[in-house]
């Protein structure tokens, strides 16, 4: 794909990309980032998009897979940082591991339900979208995305 190609096709969909990012990392600079990050990794594979029927949905589905990693690097940064310290301020590092295993387990269990409803499940929960945001990113109507959450969540219960 033509450099010409590339800014036509991929690049227009650039504020599409970045509201989307925003909506999900709730951050500018993030969401730039994040943005930026796809857009790079599209040019590296451009050679790849010719046969993209509908770019603005690639374009936006591309940007919200690099969300959802800076989500996961994110938590998983802040376990390893909260670990830390959690151990040292309080001491009590039995409440630390349990907490720690219990994570771990709903983890384990989000990955069993439907990939719609672990989708679901994460922005609500990682990145903290309101129902409106993840019916906007999913592409499902509100109402779906609400019903998605509520089985979602009562599936959790009934595995745990």
């Given at each position: 794909?033509?450099?010409?190609?590339?800014k036509h096709?991929?690049?227009?969909?650039?504020?599409?990309?970045?509201?989307?990012?925003?909506?999900?990392?709730?951050?500018?600079?993030?969401?730039?980032?994040?943005?930026?990050?796809?857009?790079?990794?599209?040019?590296?594979?451009?050679?790849?998009?010719?046969?993209?029927?509908?770019?603005?949905?690639?374009?936006?589905?591309?940007?919200?897979?690099?969300?959802?990693?800076?989500?996961?690097?994110?938590?998983?940064?802040?376990?390893?940082?909260?670990?830390?310290?959690?151990?040292?301020?309080?001491?009590?590092?039995?409440?630390?591991?349990?907490?720690?295993d219990?994570?771990?387990?709903?983890?384990?269990?989000?990955?069993?339900?439907?990939?719609?409803?672990?989708?679901?499940?994460r922005?609500?929960?990682?990145?903290?979208?309101?129902?409106?945001?993840?019916?906007?990113?999913?592409?499902?109507?509100?109402?779906?995305?609400?019903?998605?959450?509520?089985?979602?969540?009562?599936?959790?219960?009934e595995?745990?």
């Open positions: 794909m033509a450099t010409e190609n590339f096709l991929v690049l227009a969909h650039y504020g599409s990309m970045y509201r989307v990012a925003y909506s999900i990392l709730r951050d500018s600079d993030d969401a730039q980032d994040a943005v930026q990050d796809a857009v790079a990794a599209m040019w590296a594979k451009r050679s790849m998009l010719s046969g993209i029927d509908n770019y603005e949905s690639f374009c936006v589905k591309a940007v919200k897979n690099r969300c959802i990693d800076m989500l996961r690097t994110r938590a998983s940064r802040m376990e390893m940082t909260d670990g830390e310290s959690g151990e040292e301020e309080t001491g009590c590092l039995s409440a630390e591991i349990e907490a720690r219990t994570l771990s387990v709903v983890r384990t269990l989000v990955e069993k339900l439907p990939p719609l409803q672990q989708e679901v499940i922005l609500r929960s990682e990145a903290d979208c309101d129902l409106q945001e993840i019916a906007a990113i999913t592409g499902v109507s509100h109402e779906n995305a609400r019903t998605l959450l509520s089985r979602a969540r009562r599936r959790l219960k595995l745990y």
